[in-house]
């Protein structure tokens, strides 16, 4: 059985189409399914039902498919091995990291990389802190750049290593002409645009704490459109400073309030991935913008 074949397969699932896992692989839809049609061969048995534009698997494709996914694990860990072997800084990291970070930090970082090292190539990809978390246990990325406020409840994943980075405050967000007040109480009468699933659970757990529910009347995760809906008058919000600092729009005044948890900002990796030089020449620039950036206020 042709161990490549596996990883197509695994590629399959993962996708949840042949299209699908052409596009991750880099090659045709009809090459992918060439290769399943010889998998299917070699096993003697049916492993994917195509369903319209989809493709599941079938109870036997998907013995195959966890058994692809250890193999994935095997040439994975023998690619960290070889680099650590080496000590050069080549090759390609991948690095998922949510969106104001995206703006705020890793501008100024992958920069700094490409100047220190351009052998190295850095794949980038956009993704709120459980995804993120998801796509380094998975493999498909070397970091995570992830946040979490400090009254978050759920737990730090045991089988991945957490590098604090740093925190930032949470703002106040008022409509320009007014002061923005000192304590989140004092808001508690007002209409509310709420962001983000993790980001309301803040707002409504130090609410509670502040003896008031808030009065969500809209929610997006968009940080410039939370500000237009605000100097609209249609209501207050909570933002992060990073995404202030990200972008400002005119009719808008923010400040730091009393009661409300900081941000926290981490990297999230397996613990092998420490010996991967790449590895540590993009944390480490991403370690030292980050403190440069909550320096500065």
Known sequence: MDP?????LLAVEEAGSLTGAAAR?????????QQVTRLEAEAGTALLVREGRGSSLT???????????????VLRAAQDDLAALSGLV???????????ASAVVLPRALAAL?????????????????????AVREGRAALALVFRYAGDSEPVPGDLLRVPLGSHR??????????????LADLAERPWIA??????????????????????????????????????????ALLPSWALRASTVPGVVHAPLGGLDAR????LLRPESQRVPAVRALASEVQRVVAEVDGAG
């Open 114 to 134: 490409a100047a220190r090292a351009p052998g190295l190539s850095v794949r980038l990809t956009e993704a709120e802190p459980p995804e993120a978390e998801a």
């Open 264 to 267: 926290a900002v981490e990297l």
């Open 59 to 73: 109870e036997a494709g998907r013995v195959l498919a966890a058994r692809a996914e250890e193999l994935a694990e």
């Open 90 to 100: 080549r090759g390609e990291v991948a690095l998922a990291a949510f969106p104001t």
């Open 195 to 236: 962001g983000c699933p993790r980001c309301r659970a803040h707002l409504v757990r130090c609410a509670s704490a502040a003896g008031f529910t808030p009065d969500v009347r809209l929610e997006t995760d968009d940080h410039v459109a939370v500000q237009h809906l605000v100097a609209a008058g249609l209501g207050v």
């Open 170 to 183: 949470v703002h106040a967000v008022v409509p320009a002409g007014e002061r923005p007040p000192p304590h």
């Open 4 to 8: 490549r074949r596996l990883l197509v």
């Open 25 to 33: 692989l880099g090659t045709t839809q009809q090459a992918v399914s």
